[in-house]
């Protein structure tokens, strides 16, 4: 994935997640969890949670006013279910997954959260979504088309 499609999908999908967080309650900073599928010294990886971030701060949302719970799944899949799990029980407004792998153990995890995927290889097959044109269900995201 390109890093511009990355920064245009990540800021779109994160524009409104604060939104409704803020609907049901106010009094609360927006929590997102975040499950990256590699290590945290890859740095294909930081680049990709720089760039989310710096999405997030243009839309207006820092450390100040949102809460980002970041994780690091590697390719390890019961590090990624511990990790989809313990996402999951803080409560996130949204969680970002990262991967298949990570995004079947988010799923797992929870019906009701939602799921944001990138770099997910084909989400209709892996039963993620329904359909892409409306995937319907907690989980949406972006992937790249077949054969791309």
Same mark, same amino acid.
């Given at each position: %994935? ?6 245009? %999908? #990540? ?7 604060? #939104? ?9 900073? +927006?929590?997102?969890?975040?499950? %990256?599928g590699y290590a945290q010294s890859d740095p294909a990886a930081q680049s990709q949670v720089a760039a989310f971030r710096s999405a997030l701060t243009k839309l207006g949302w820092t450390e100040g006013n #949102? ?55 084909? +989400? ?25």
């Amino acid at each position: %994935m390109r890093r511009r499609d990355l920064l245009t %999908m #990540l800021g779109g999908a994160a524009a409104t997640w604060p #939104l409704a967080a803020r609907a049901k309650q106010p009094d609360r900073i +927006p929590l997102i969890g975040v499950l %990256m599928g590699y290590a945290q010294s890859d740095p294909a990886a930081q680049s990709q949670v720089a760039a989310f971030r710096s999405a997030l701060t243009k839309l207006g949302w820092t450390e100040g006013n #949102l809460r980002i719970e970041l994780r690091w799944g590697a390719t390890d899949a019961d590090s990624n279910r511990t990790l989809a799990k313990e996402l999951v029980d803080l409560q996130p407004d949204a969680i970002l997954g990262q991967t298949t792998p990570v995004i079947g153990a988010l799923t797992r995890e929870t019906r009701t959260v939602p799921i944001v995927f990138v770099n997910v290889a084909d +989400p209709l097959a892996s039963g993620f979504v329904t359909s892409i044109a409306r995937p319907s269900g907690n989980v949406t995201g972006f992937a790249r088309p077949i054969g791309v």
